[in-house]
């Protein structure tokens, strides 16, 4: 068991491009989350999958942001034309059940220039 | 909607005094709650948790008592060392939701 792993741990990107972050989680996890932090602020929650359904989205999901996690294993999460205010460390965490203890990984920093 | 509310930091104390932080939330039902610590350079990671009214969750050193009738889970411990320096955040996951609500963090910084 190596945790929740997440890549890349850094990404710079001009605005209007596109940017796309992986998170493997616990091998035995089948519930995944992503969620944005951004400076002083705790996480916010984005979006979870059980397996590979999409469960629930926050509005903070806008059109140009999709989670994937096909297969039930690693997720997706990309974000379509880039705006600065999208810059923001992105959360991945998994937990083996609905109760249980959600496990984060590092984070994806993600800065828009 | 749910909400939590820390206390504002950084809370700057020396080596072995008594730690408090302070959270309270809003949420329907009654939620379970958290506490969560970022070490430096590291991820989130648990410290404690209470699912019900009454449960005091401990870890480490801390403690957090679930007070339903003060909407309130405090964070406490006795005798505070350099290596507990980090952000700590309150959170709840409201009953029937996945999604853990956070608030917005409070610095540590002990000091020899």
Same mark, same amino acid.
């Given at each position: 068991?190596?945790?929740?792993?997440?890549?890349?741990?850094?990404?710079?990107?001009?605005?209007?491009?596109?940017?796309?972050?992986?998170?493997?989680?616990?091998? @035995?996890?089948?519930?995944?989350?992503? /969620?944005?932090?951004?400076?002083?602020? %705790? *996480? &916010?929650?984005?979006? $979870? !999958?059980?397996?590979?359904?999409?469960?629930?989205?926050?509005?903070?999901?806008?059109?140009?942001?999709?989670?994937?996690?096909?297969?039930?294993?690693?997720?997706?999460?990309?974000?379509?034309?880039? @705006?600065?205010?999208?810059?923001?460390? /992105?959360?991945?965490?998994?937990?083996? %059940? *609905? &109760?249980?203890?959600? $496990? !984060?990984?590092?984070?994806?920093?993600?800065?828009?220039? | 909607?749910?909400?939590?509310?820390?206390?504002?930091?950084?809370?700057?104390?020396?080596?072995?005094?008594?730690?408090?932080?302070?959270?309270?939330?809003?949420?329907?039902?009654?939620?379970?709650?958290?506490?969560?610590?970022?070490?430096?350079?590291?991820?989130?990671?648990?410290?404690?948790?209470?699912?019900?009214?009454?449960?005091?969750?401990?870890?480490?050193?801390?403690?957090?008592?679930?007070?339903?009738?003060?909407?309130?889970?405090?964070?406490?411990?006795?005798?505070?060392?350099?290596?507990?320096?980090?952000?700590?955040?309150?959170?709840?996951?409201?009953?029937?939701?996945?999604?853990?609500?956070?608030?917005?963090?409070?610095?540590?910084?002990?000091?020899?």
């Amino acid at each position: 068991d190596t945790g929740v792993s997440q890549d890349p741990r850094h990404k710079i990107t001009k605005r209007g491009q596109n940017v796309t972050f992986r998170c493997d989680p616990i091998s @035995e996890h089948n519930r995944l989350y992503w /969620y944005r932090q951004t400076l002083g602020q %705790g *996480p &916010e929650f984005l979006t $979870y !999958f059980q397996n590979e359904a999409q469960l629930e989205k926050s509005r903070l999901l806008s059109d140009r942001f999709s989670a994937e996690r096909p297969k039930g294993s690693f997720s997706t999460l990309e974000i379509q034309r880039t @705006e600065q205010g999208d810059s923001a460390m /992105y959360l991945c965490a998994s937990s083996p %059940g *609905p &109760e249980g203890e959600q $496990y !984060f990984g590092p984070g994806t920093r993600l800065t828009v220039t | 909607g749910d909400s939590v509310t820390q206390m504002e930091g950084p809370v700057t104390l020396s080596e072995e005094a008594f730690l408090t932080i302070n959270c309270t939330y809003t949420a329907t039902g009654y939620p379970s709650l958290f506490w969560y610590v970022q070490y430096p350079g590291e991820g989130l990671q648990l410290l404690l948790k209470a699912t019900k009214a009454d449960d005091k969750g401990s870890n480490k050193g801390f403690e957090a008592t679930y007070r339903k009738e003060t909407t309130s889970f405090h964070l406490e411990k006795g005798s505070v060392q350099v290596s507990d320096s980090a952000v700590y955040f309150c959170a709840l996951q409201g009953r029937g939701r996945r999604a853990l609500t956070f608030g917005s963090g409070t610095r540590l910084q002990v000091q020899p």
